[in-house]
């Protein structure tokens, strides 16, 4: 198993920058792929990103592609959101997932066993 714990959420401005960040630890953290959801109020939980055991392989939901950026490092057993011109509808509270996958450049598309408890972006217009 593997326990996520994602911090970095906060209350911003629309145009700012925030970096998620979410640390993993238990077994070891290269077997995943991630992958960024996130759920706004009275909304359904979804996609934002994903990233490949490697990192090498990346995916986004179209909103937020040119603006987020994820990213991993294995040493550090950490799993990253780059958020960049936020937006209002971007206010959500974000949770990282993990998928044990058997390839290093496989993409996770769904099949998410473990998920962090969130960490709430709010960006005010």
């Known amino acids: 198993q593997v326990q996520l714990v994602e911090s970095g959420g906060g209350l911003v401005q629309a145009g700012v920058s925030l970096r998620l960040s979410c640390v993993a630890s238990?077994?070891?953290?290269?077997?995943?792929?991630m992958g960024w959801f996130r759920q706004a109020p009275g909304k359904e939980r979804e996609f934002v990103a994903a990233?490949?055991?490697?990192?090498?392989?990346?995916s986004y939901t179209d909103s937020v592609k040119g603006r987020f950026t994820i990213s991993r490092d294995n040493a550090k057993n950490t799993v990253y959101l780059q958020m960049n011109s936020l937006k209002p509808e971007d206010t959500a509270v974000y949770y990282c997932?993990?998928?044990?996958?058997?390839?290093?450049?496989?993409?996770?598309?769904?099949?998410?066993?473990?998920w962090g408890q969130g960490t709430q972006v709010t960006v005010s217009s």
């Open positions: 997932a993990a998928t044990p996958l058997p390839l290093l450049n496989q993409l996770p598309t769904a099949g998410f066993n473990y």
């Open positions: 238990g077994r070891t953290f290269s077997v995943y792929g």
């Open positions: 990233i490949s055991r490697s990192g090498s392989s990346t």
